[in-house]
């Protein structure tokens, strides 16, 4: 196979491995909290403590974990491939940058981000922000919210991920169920334009009838055995 641009989709499996919790099956995110409660602009009108009081606790975790092999061979595979390359993930956590990623896009967002919805500016966040943050561009205090996508909401840099995907000759999903679109839609769209598709989870995923090939097992196992495959 003639691979030259590789597209790169990753979700929730690839960062258990560092340890932080998946949203589906046992131990979920979605198990403990109802998506409608914590993750959705409705949510935020009606309850914004509750729903910053969630991404505070999961802001606060990403200083007790830390990135995996699956993340520092995905970053090795981004500095030494000289062809077209792109990581999209639908992580918010900041541990695909911390392993030294640089051809990143974050489409659901980040928790080390924040959103001033009085001027419309986007700027780095650690620690809490709770409901009485104040903007460090505007300096309005209550109007900073997470700057993650939540349900009802568009992901970021769609354009720039639909024309990668366009231009792909190897599409490999790493770590997703495969439920929540448009992420789920990726590898229809890269399959038609003629990429060959990996998907590499513990489990086939919602959409694993539409992939060439299907790896079974821990990302930390299976990503860095795949990143020596393609830079041999
Ligand atoms: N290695 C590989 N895969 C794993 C591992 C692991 N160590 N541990 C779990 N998995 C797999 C699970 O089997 C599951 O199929 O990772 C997948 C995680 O699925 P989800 O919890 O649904 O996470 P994700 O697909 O990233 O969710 C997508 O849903 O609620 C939203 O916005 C949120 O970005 C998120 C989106």
């Not at 419309?120 to 922000?129: E, N």
């Not at 490999?172 to 890269?190: D, L, R």
Request: glycine residues 10%; aromatic residues 8%; charged residues 20%.
């Amino acid at each position: 196979m003639d691979v030259r641009n590789i597209v790169i989709l990753t979700g929730a499996g690839i960062s258990a491995d560092s340890g932080l919790a998946t949203f589906r099956g046992a131990d979920g995110l979605w198990e403990g909290h109802h998506v409608e409660d914590v993750a959705t602009p409705e949510a935020y009108r009606r309850d914004p403590a509750l729903v910053h009081q969630f991404y505070d606790a999961r802001r606060a975790r990403l200083s007790e974990v830390e990135p995996n092999a699956a993340h520092h061979a995905l970053a090795r595979l981004d500095a030494e491939w000289p062809g077209e390359l792109l990581i999209v993930t639908q992580n918010v956590d900041d541990l695909h940058e911390r392993a030294g990623a640089k051809r990143l896009l974050h489409m659901h967002g980040e928790l080390t981000s924040g959103w001033c919805l009085a001027c419309d500016q986007r700027f780095s966040w650690s620690g809490p922000m709770g409901e009485g943050a104040s903007c460090p561009s505007c300096q309005t205090t209550g109007q900073v919210r997470p700057d993650i996508v939540w349900f009802g909401e568009m992901p970021y840099d769609m354009e720039r991920i639909d024309a990668a995907l366009r231009n792909a000759d190897l599409f490999v999903s790493i770590g997703t169920s495969g439920a929540v679109y448009p992420a789920a839609g990726f590898v229809q769209s890269a399959r038609y334009c003629g990429a060959h598709c990996i998907e590499m989870n513990l489990e086939p995923s919602q959409g694993s009838l539409f992939f060439n090939e299907t790896r079974l097992g821990r990302a930390r196992d299976l990503v860095p055995e795949w990143v020596e495959e393609v830079l041999a």
